[in-house]
């Protein structure tokens, strides 16, 4: 990020003060901004408060305004410590609240178009900002920005946190700050009533236990809906006699929703979920949507640009892509030029990468672009060298799920966006991004969803689910997206698919490592599967080495699974386990699963006397003797041989 030169106060606010900055790039370049500092009681507080606000780059939605920087200043004169926000620096009017203010000034009214688009594009993000963890709770007028490509909510103050939320912490004025009961107290009756008149009747009736969530954010923009129908600046403390006065709302679509978001029951108000299910609000998304891109596409027909020859130099070409981005002219003829490039030879460094990351978020509408974006991004994702790669930073994985979720009817695009994940998923940077984008619970439904061959969508999703596992840093996310259900939920449909095998018990595996996947792994017999995937596939060792594998770690682990073996529903599993070795013992990879796993049921006494009668330590003897130069399939064996000459001994 560049520096920052701050010019005049434009605004204060309970929370700070917000001043007017010009805002200088790396590259030379400048561009007006505002910031709004906050004044910290101390650098602990400080410290606190730049970490919660840096968790808001997460959030990448054209309705969200996230910072485009954050940094800690020390005033000297006042000797206190501030959090600086850099925010876009818009035109006037630059927020809802200026734009109701102009409508007054000029006795004119917002259109219904204008009123469909705002709520629209709010429950958008709203519910993007609450897939991501997060809650606004200080929505109001004056915090939903009037950007060039619509409206924005932002100036969260500080991110909610669900899972703070959850631990005591709560948010009064947009702050996040550990309350004892009687500071909560304090600040909910104490404070000014301006910093509360957008919350819902719970978190005004004097009691402790509140209800911070979801609904709080719905409450809030009802009360909106009510603003911007009859232009209204200030919100009373008591809503009744504005819910008394919704039947002068004419718009049905508006009063409707006018008066289920603003139902002093917190209980019977909806969700940010169940509003995005109703069929007149998925019809305010789509008017927010058409109007939007309808305003791009106007402006971007008007940005200046000029084309350059076809055969001209990967270099010239993206210096020209960046010089005018928002064409979608110059986008379109640029990347069919790239990938004719990258397909060949052609080396990007990252910032011609991030040129053309950022050229296909702009253009995120236009089908073609994509298209060719993804094709671009299949040549260049295996190159990766680091997690600084662009094409496969956490960016690029938001867009890919954005891609996916735009176009979830169209086939050639959403398999072409599975390939690329799975491309990113086989680097360990790659994997891990894919977990931190929440890109997991949109494949998860994906796979129902896929306009094509279901089987084709499942069998990607779960390599990319596979990749992710192989990981234990991206153990929450994979909680967060219930991976072991949906995983084991597909146990019936991928025991009958030989296709999905291979990636169905690769997951098994890796969700073995991970103790809270136990209960869900019982839950669906996972021994006995397991074992009838063995009975069933003798002849595929890879399928052999992951069940032998998924087996050895919960029997390891577990007891009851280890004697669920000896109880099988598969007749005879322990000749089932003996007849799979002889056609398969000259692959390393099985052996090495295979004695891992009978070292395991080796060490139960119960389960010796099986392999003692099938004569498993013959097995044993034998891969010790021709897998000697293989130091872990030689302590397996080692191991077998142990335990099982052991039994022997005792039963002589």
């Keep these: 990020m560049g520096s920052v030169k701050v010019l005049d106060e434009i605004g204060s606010g309970i929370q700070g003060k917000v001043f007017r900055a010009e805002l200088s790039e790396p590259d030379g370049t400048t561009s007006d901004c505002a910031v709004k500092i906050i004044e910290c009681p101390d650098v602990n507080y400080a410290n606190k408060l730049f970490g919660q606000l840096m968790k808001l780059q997460d959030l990448d939605h054209k309705g969200v305004l996230v910072p485009k920087d954050v940094f800690i200043s020390w005033e ?31 006795v004119t009214n917002m259109t219904t178009s204008q009123m469909h688009a705002v709520v629209g594009e709010i429950i958008d993000a709203m519910q993007n900002v609450l897939e991501h963890g997060f809650l606004h709770l200080n929505l109001k007028p004056s915090n939903v920005f009037c950007s060039s490509g619509g409206f924005m909510i932002g100036d ?27 500071e909560y107290l304090y600040r909910i009756v104490k404070e000014p009533a301006s910093l509360h008149t957008h919350h819902p009747p719970e978190l005004k009736d004097g009691s402790l ?37 919704a039947d002068n709302i004419e718009d049905s679509v508006l009063r409707g929703l006018f008066m289920q978001m603003t139902d002093p029951n917190h209980e019977t108000r909806p969700s940010i979920g169940e509003l995005v299910n109703l069929p007149e609000v998925q019809h305010l998304m789509e008017v927010a949507e058409r109007e939007r891109i309808a305003l791009k596409r106007q402006k ?64 995120e509408e236009v089908q073609d672009i994509q298209e060719k974006f993804l094709a671009i991004a299949y040549n260049l994702v295996p190159l990766a060298e680091d997690e600084s790669d662009p094409f496969c930073d956490v960016t690029a994985c938001q867009h890919l799920m954005a891609v996916m979720k735009r176009y979830v009817s169209t086939e050639n695009i959403v398999y072409a966006c599975l390939q690329v994940s799975l491309l ?16 997991l619970p949109v494949l998860s439904l994906l796979m129902d969803k896929y306009p094509g061959d279901r089987l084709v969508a499942i069998r990607l999703a779960l390599w990319i689910f596979w990749g992710v596992l192989a990981y234990a840093e991206n153990k929450r996310e994979m909680a967060k997206a219930r991976l072991p259900q949906v995983i084991c939920g597909l146990a019936q449909v991928a025991s009958k698919e030989e296709s999905l095998l291979e990636p169905f018990t690769a997951c098994l595996w890796s969700l073995s490592i991970y103790p809270e996947s136990s209960e869900e792994f019982k839950r669906v017999s996972g021994v006995d599967l ?17 069940c032998c594998m998924a087996l050895a770690t919960v029997v390891e682990a577990d007891e009851v699974c280890a004697y669920t073996v000896l109880a099988s529903r598969i007749d005879d599993p322990f000749t089932v386990l003996r007849n ?49 130069a293989s130091e872990k399939i030689l302590k397996a064996a080692q191991s077998t041989t142990a335990n099982l000459e052991a039994y022997k001994l005792e039963m002589k």
């Design 156 to 182: 969260f103050g500080l991110p909610a946190l669900l899972s703070d939320i959850e631990t005591r912490t709560r948010t009064t004025d947009g702050l996040l700050y550990k309350f004892t009961e009687l």
């Design 209 to 245: 236990e509140r209800k911070f969530d979801g609904k709080t954010d719905v409450f809030a923009l009802g009360l909106l809906i009510y603003q911007i129908y009859f232009l209204e600046l200030q919100v009373p403390r008591d809503v009744s006699e504005w819910r008394r006065n």
């Design 300 to 363: 971007s027909a008007k940005v200046p640009h000029k084309l350059v020859p076809v055969d001209s130099s990967i270099d010239v070409i993206i210096d020209n892509l960046s010089s005018a981005l928002n064409s979608e002219e110059l986008t379109r003829a640029s990347f069919r030029a790239i990938y004719a490039l990258t397909s060949k030879t052609s080396s990007l460094d990252n910032e011609q990468k991030t040129v053309i990351v950022n050229a296909a978020k702009y253009h």
């Design 76 to 106: 000297e004169a006042s000797s206190s410590v501030g959090v600086n926000i850099v925010y876009p620096l818009f035109p006037k009017p630059s927020n809802l609240q200026e734009l109701i203010s102009d409508c007054l000034d000029n």
């Design 424 to 439: 990113i998923s086989a680097h360990r940077f790659g994997a891990n991004n894919i977990a931190k984008s929440k890109m």
């Design 580 to 628: 799979v070795y002889v056609p398969n013992r000259d692959n390393p990879e099985f052996v090495h699963a295979y004695v891992t796993l009978l070292a395991e049921l080796s060490s139960y006494d119960e389960i010796r006397y099986e392999l003692h009668r099938l004569n498993f330590l013959e097995i044993s003897k034998e891969v010790e003797l021709f897998y000697q």
């Design 530 to 546: 397991l074992l009838q995937i063995i009975q069933d596939f003798q002849q595929e060792p890879r399928i052999l080495r992951n």
